[in-house]
């Protein structure tokens, strides 16, 4: 989220998770923590809509992550483009300086800036023809020769394949091959299915891999709501959190309504393991 210097791709994620201590922590629901936070999204841009209406929001659920232990914040770019953004900005000078607040939000809070941030494209494939798309993004990351490092992260409603009915290790040896990517793995996709697709991508990954559930909460499209009791509390959440990692997961988070309690203790369970006695005499 700042510029900083270009270095090798891999390198930088290794060095980046060496200085977490081996295990990296994202931060958890945006959306969702926007809404507990007040914020109305029925609307299209989504979670993008608090750039142009409350962006003093998106800048307090940042640092409220940050402060619960978050390693990695994700900007509120999800639905925020050109053409999403055209029709509520109303103005073109207004469209390219919303774009930016994007990245200069989550560095507002000078406690938080360092000198090596360094900017990560993450792109999150939930559509049909996942596995063309990705295809296409690939392509153009090498044509353009995009220096900014990315990561591909997948969902998956069965435990096996992607959300389009592709196959997840076919995505995720797609993403292998391209040296541009930092990290693999699986966002917005229940806790339960959560090991088994680790121990998937492992099959075709040599990249750190990456998980971001959701809470596992099912939710009504129809009544645009989600369903009460269906999803785990905090401390089941949490007590995989071992097990992801122990499976293979280098950087762990949250996605869909999880909240800065659970990256809060996500955080906690991985110092407690960095420190205990089992580990340290395994060093």
């Not at 990296?24 to 029925?42: C, K």
């Not at 142009?52 to 640092?63: A, F, Y």
């Not at 905090?234 to 280098?250: I, Q």
Request: aromatic content about 6%; some cysteine; glycine content about 6%.
């Amino acid at each position: 989220m700042g510029s900083g210097n270009v270095e090798a791709p891999i390198s930088l994620m290794s060095d980046f998770l060496r200085q977490c201590g081996g295990v990296a922590v994202i931060d958890g629901g945006l959306a969702t923590e926007l809404e507990r936070n007040g914020a109305d999204l029925n609307d299209p841009l989504w979670s993008a809509k608090c750039l142009l209406t409350s962006p003093h929001l998106i800048r307090k659920v940042h640092l409220d992550y940050l402060e619960a232990g978050s390693d990695i914040i994700i900007t509120a770019s999800y639905q925020a483009t050109i053409q999403g953004l055209w029709p509520k900005a109303f103005l073109k000078e207004r469209v390219k300086p919303c774009l930016k607040e994007v990245w200069k939000l989550p560095l507002s809070h000078e406690i938080y800036i360092m000198e090596n941030v360094v900017n990560v494209s993450v792109m999150e494939l939930v559509m049909c023809q996942i596995s063309l798309k990705l295809r296409l993004l690939l392509s153009f990351l090498r044509k353009k020769d995009i220096k900014i490092p990315a990561w591909f992260a997948f969902n998956s409603k069965d435990g096996i394949n992607v959300v389009s009915g592709d196959s997840l290790l076919e995505c995720a040896a797609i993403a292998e091959a391209c040296k541009r990517v930092i990290a693999v793995g699986i966002n917005c996709t229940p806790p339960r299915f959560i090991h088994n697709l680790i121990l998937s991508v492992k099959k075709v990954t040599t990249k750190p891999i990456l998980i971001y559930p959701n809470s596992g909460e099912s939710y009504d499209p129809d009544r645009k709501e989600w369903v009460q009791n269906t999803g785990v509390s905090d401390e089941d959440f949490v007590s995989y959190v071992n097990t992801w990692c122990e499976a293979g997961a280098s950087l762990v988070g949250g996605c869909c309504r999880t909240t800065p309690n659970t990256i809060r203790a996500i955080h906690t369970t991985l110092v407690n393991k960095s420190n205990s006695p089992s580990l340290k005499l395994s060093l």
